[in-house]
């Protein structure tokens, strides 16, 4: 499978993140039928075949909504998701029984019926445990996790379109948290973490979603010159945009769990950029994607 394969298969899950022992990839799915959040271990270089058994999370979960997986170091593994009722919920892993148990001690919280979620454990404060949801009202909830207590900050200055995807990216100071703005449907991201306020954000203006059909997903990777961008829309096409292009892209359509290039634009090209497959952590060569160059490029 080509880098992009990968990439669309990844999108394809509910949310996921890479083991930090290991070259495994742990993602999560949704069973639209029964409402039941599973993990399966994955390899990469492959699709289904490459997936290893499920690993059962939670029941009563909202059909087609997305999840966290968070892995830290000191024992810290807790997954995020949206309850059938829009609610959100925790999961921390024990040790000792092996198993997920539901963390009782987070407040009451309304996702909107359209809403995402996001966490992460900030490179300044690896012991703080940080979720980003939209809420009932829209805005994006920030909720985070000190000394046994849960507190909430809902972000009133940022406006997200309904429904928009929320994801991070990362590197050895500092974290973000992208969006897809109501202002001007385009990217944008907030600095995240310990210092952060939350109340500026800043735009990506060449990365405008206003051609696309509804995201659903996202996946961040850093270069020197900016973020990369994969997304796929509601009706699974794959689009792309690199730092200095004047524009987002048409990929192409991510048909049954692979990626296909028909029908996608101009060649896009990467310049010094470190690729991670799309999840930092996994440390494996991909292959590249048809109608893209890279220039100096890193991929792991």
């Known amino acids: 499978m080509t880098q992009l394969d990968d990439l669309a298969f990844f999108l394809l899950s509910a949310g996921g993140t890479a083991d930090p022992t290991s070259t495994v990839v742990n993602l999560l799915y949704v069973d639209s039928k029964t409402g039941t959040l599973a993990s399966k271990p994955w390899t990469g270089d492959g699709g289904e075949e490459k997936l290893g058994h499920a690993e059962h999370i939670a029941e009563s979960v909202r059909p087609n909504s997305t999840a966290a997986y968070v892995i830290g170091g000191d024992s810290v593994r807790f997954i995020v998701y949206i309850s059938s009722e829009n609610k959100l919920c925790v999961v921390d892993f024990d040790e000792e029984s092996d198993e997920w148990i539901e963390d009782e001690t987070l407040p009451e919280y309304d996702v909107h019926p359209l809403g995402h979620v996001t966490a992460f454990l900030s490179p300044d404060d690896s012991e703080t445990p940080t979720i980003v949801f939209q809420d009932a009202s829209e805005r994006f909830n920030v909720v985070s996790k000190t000394e046994g207590s849960w507190s909430s900050l809902v972000i009133r200055a940022i406006a997200p379109i309904v429904g928009s995807p929320i994801t991070t990216m990362t590197d050895d100071v500092s974290m973000r948290v992208f969006y897809i703005s109501a202002r001007d449907t385009c990217l944008h991201y907030v600095a995240a973490g310990a210092g952060s306020d939350w109340s500026v954000d800043a735009a990506i203006p060449q990365c405008s979603f206003s051609g696309t059909a509804m995201i659903k997903k996202m996946v961040i990777s850093s270069s020197e010159q900016g973020p990369q961008v994969y997304a796929m829309d509601e009706e699974k096409a794959m689009w792309q945009f690199a730092a200095g292009n004047a524009k987002l892209k048409k990929a192409g359509k991510v048909v049954g769990n692979k990626f296909d ?21 996994t440390r494996r060569s ?14 792991y």
């Open 261 to 281: 290039p028909a029908g996608s634009e101009e060649a896009i090209t990467y310049k010094n950029c470190n690729f991670y497959n799309g999840h930092p952590g």
């Open 286 to 299: 991909r292959g590249r994607g048809a109608g893209i160059s890279y220039e100096n490029c890193n991929f």
